[in-house]
């Protein structure tokens, strides 16, 4: 079955401090790849997103994500947080044949000292 | 200009009492979704209607029926409330075309069962 992994439950840093939140996904299909963030009492709203070309794509705030496909995985990252970071971070999958099935991770929360 | 609307975003309630969630898009999407964001912040999907037409259910008990009267609504009725229930409740939309899978969310309703 289709699942997502997240290895970090709580990341604390300092800022300025680089960041980088591991993500493993479980299906050798196609797929599309995304990062979604939750600040402290908002909804979820996409970060950036990755569905083919360029394994290397670029969001908002700074935020970049790498596709490995050897891997399975699609890390976040950024190389000098900010307080205002600090928010909950998922990573999800869908299968390029399955669009309508996102699956998501179990979250990774990112506290930033200020 | 709320892309995805829902109502209530709070709703406190007694165990065994039935309630509704409303959910309205105004992005013209295809694809309509329930999640479920438990207390440990893991999101798990409910339903999907693609076109009012139901395309997941993930093993969600019969207590929770969902109902999309046209492709811009999605509501969520929930019979016999358990504790269990309490969690926040995202409504989520998506194109249907172009096979993306982008999700749109809602800001969420928090539901408290006592």
């Known amino acids: 079955a289709q699942s997502v992994s997240q290895h970090n439950h709580h990341v604390i840093l300092s800022e300025a401090a680089s960041l980088e939140l591991g993500c493993n996904y479980s299906y050798g299909g196609t797929v599309n790849l995304f990062w979604y963030v939750q600040y402290p009492g908002q909804h979820l709203q996409l970060l950036l997103k990755y569905f083919s070309g360029d394994p290397l794509v670029k969001g908002i705030k700074g935020f970049e994500a790498e596709f490995i496909k050897s891997k399975f995985s699609f890390n976040l990252r950024k190389p000098s947080v900010q307080w205002s970071d600090t928010a909950e971070y998922f990573c999800a999958v869908n299968r390029r044949s399955s669009a309508s099935k996102i699956i998501f991770g179990s979250g990774t929360r990112l506290s930033i000292r200020p | 200009d709320t892309a995805v609307s829902q109502t209530p975003k709070y709703l406190v309630t007694q165990m065994g009492n039935d309630k509704s969630i409303k959910c309205e898009q105004n992005?013209?999407?295809?694809?309509m979704y329930w999640y479920k964001q438990d207390s440990k912040k893991f999101l798990k999907i409910m339903f999907s209607?693609?076109?009012?037409?139901?395309?997941i259910n993930e093993t969600v008990p019969n207590r929770f029926s969902p109902k999309s009267p046209d492709k811009a609504h999605l509501n969520l009725h929930i019979n016999s409330l358990e504790l269990g229930d309490s969690a926040v409740y995202f409504c989520?939309?998506?194109?249907?075309?172009?096979?993306?899978?982008?999700?749109?969310f809602g800001e969420g309703s928090r539901l408290t069962v006592l």
């Open positions: 989520a939309s998506s194109q249907k075309t172009g096979n993306t899978g982008e999700l749109f």
């Open positions: 992005l013209g999407h295809d694809t």
């Open positions: 209607y693609n076109n009012k037409e139901l395309i």
